[in-house]
């Protein structure tokens, strides 16, 4: 058995701990004395919940129906692959928003704040949460002023791809926020849940990794690594299994 | 007022791969040893099955392995008449947090470096004069050479099993290896990993070019091995999940798959985990560490003393604890004095994405392991007349594509949108037909006189010590070496039947947003004069003569290597001395 005394450490404050440990992912660890075995305990490396499919959880509905909006045209749907919209990635934006990443768990948001080189990094206080907010109510309220009191989701889908050309080339500027930088994050967030696995709410059914032959979290391809320029014939897994094997109800 | 635990032997400050090694040496010797580590205790079963280890978002693009900024950061400016600003999400480099250090998360990619390489200046000033380097470059010799250190890569790489193909044994030229490396006593332990499709084609097309290319070096492993200590590694998958990841298939040399099961067992040894050692202590007349303080989870500090202290966390932490315990001289780049600071250095790196027909050609990209790759050697280091180009320094180049999760791997020709119809037509069609090879030039940075490490005079970290103030820029010699360098890898990708290229140069001014490598060095180097070195060719601090100071801090400059084996080869190096030497006769091993 491993001794658990000094400094400070009783084997309930272990227990203790692991509890912590689903609220405050692995910074929320405590200091613990190890000797004697290794220290194994259940959940150590905290698995993974899937996300939900139900309410946003962060955008409010205009917000999201902008978002559902956006993702369509940065990946359209065509008829083998669905769009943005269908493979979930509003959703793996909403979810990855209201949780640590949207709230900057971890990173260095310590004052001064001051403009830097952009080689020095983001320097801002806000954080992804927020230019998201801004970001999409500027959005809308240049579509309305622009196209007749529409919102951007209520846009064709030519007219749609006018404004993000001209919000891409700096020809068409939002009110009050970098539309240029908000537009790269939103394609950069969006291309991640496509890709990333379903687990996260996006990539829904796999879709994206069909799309291109990646066969997921698969563990073993020893047969494979010698056979050269060969199609690998499987089908993608993620990490809760194969779309067929775990419906999931939406 | 911190709390006094039982005083030890000694205290080991960081436990990854030096201090797993040290303590696993100094255990071996009958000290009672505790090493005290900043982040979790981590392990293959609960921390890295493979259930959920092939996480791309959580692990690679969240950092969930790695040290978070809140905890502790930098700050970074290019020049000395900027502003540093704090970093406040990772960018250029990774810092690893918990025990295995880097070693959970490294690709296991184990390159020796050069003979020349130990001897840098006196190898380039005899060769090209003194005159052919730049003014400011502050390149040393290390204080010891190749055949100082060979027993202990050799020792290293078969703790680890390392899976290679030997090209120089005992002066010998080996056909299918490195013909560039220094002598080695003994053949790689088990032999290289076979190449997926790329790989190989990569090597056939750097053959017909008339380069003598070879398997990259690997720590994931061939085959099943059996290490020194026992310990039972299984051959690697090529899951394609290994860098930014902890192996679940224990194929992957790390301080858990060589070393802890063994280590943790010793009854004179002990681990702390999720507690940072804040400061080093010694005594008034400055000559003699007493221990260590530290912080626990809760806040609450501890003083732990021991005979003999070893600093074994990351090169960054290594130079920061120096400084914030106030051992050895800043450095001071305008008066070119001092020694904690000096010479810090990165990676020269850059990469050339080849788009080929998808056809002609699958590649199935997603087959590797952390190390897989051909690579060849004709333009590292000094491996070449270095006279007609005007820059020092080289670099290795290869085909060493570690995976393709999907998220870093989707691709598109240059000229493609980045995003609509064309942009998703374009990622399904090159997926599995573009060669994306991670570092695939793998260059050599060397050291300036405005390049260093000192405390930042207004940002804090979250217990109210000054953040260490990185000043870092890229220099006419590194871009130009990397030009060079990385055209002639554009060659061989071109000759692989790609139909384009994305030729990704590195440029000034150094970039602290984009992901170098984690090789950083320097700022607390070896050498033989204490005016210029923080420590002795033992790695022992020159004032302080019961500190050793272990990890890439002690690099003078960085070679056109990964830095790893030679990390674990000089710990083992200032291990054996410390075991054969400082024990016997407690005190400084070598002359100020």
Redesign the interface.
Known sequence: MHKTS???LSRRSILLSTATLFIAG??G?????????????P???N??TPVKLGPWEFFTGDEGRAMEALAD????P?PQ?PGGKDAGCAVFVDRQLAG??GRQ??????P?F?A????????MEAGPGQQYRQGLAALDRACKSKYAGKPFAELSDSEK?IV?NGI?SGDFQLEGTDGKSFFEQA?RDV??GF???P??GGNRDMV??K????????????D???R?????PLPPVG?TGRAEWTPQTR | MARRLPKKDVVIIGLGWTGSIMAQELTDEGLDVIAIERGPWRDTPTDFPPSYMQDELRYRVRHELFLRPDQLTFTFRNKMDQTALPIRSWGAFMPPNGVGGGGVHWNAEMWRFLPSDFVLKSHLTERYGKSFMPEDMTIQDWGITFDDIEPFYDRFEHLCGTSGTAGNLKGQIQEGGNPFEGPRSRPYPTPAQPQPFSQTLFAKAARELGYKPFPQPSGNLSTAYTNPLGLRMGPCTYCGFCEWFGCGNYSKASPQTTILPVLVRKSNFTAQDNSEVVRINVDRSGKHATGVTFVDSSGEEWEQQADLVILSAYTMFNVQLLLHSKIGQPYDPIANSGVIGRNYTHQTTSTVNGFFNNKKFNFNPFIASGSIGMCIDEFNGDNFDHGPHGFVGGAYMGQVQTGARPIESTLTPPGTPKWGASWKSAVRDNYLSTVKPGTGVHGSFYAYRDNYLDLDPEYKDRLGRPLMRITMDLHENEVKQNRFMTDKFAEIIKAMGADQLAKHYRTAPYDNTEYQTTHLNGGAIMGTDPKTSAINRYLQNWDVSNLFVLGASAFPQNAGYNPTLTVGALAYWAADAIRNRYLKNPGPLVDA
């Not at chain 1, 660890?29 to 305990?41: D, F, M, Q, V, Y």
């Not at chain 1, 830097?116 to 320097?123: S, V």
């Not at chain 1, 050269?228 to 690998?232: K, S, T, Y």
């Open positions: 000094r400094p400070g692995a910074t660890a405590r200091a613990r004395t190890i000797a004697g075995s290794l220290p194994w305990e959940n150590a490396g698995p993974l045209r940065i990946i359209p065509d692959t640590p990443y768990d971890g990173l260095y948001i310590r001064p001051k830097g080189a952009k080689n020095q990094g983001h320097q791809d993000l891409e394609i291309q991640m890709f990333a696995d687990i996260y994206a990794w799309m291109i032959g990646f066969p997921g979290a698969r563990y073993n391809y020893l494979w690594v010698n050269h320029n060969e199609r690998f990490m």
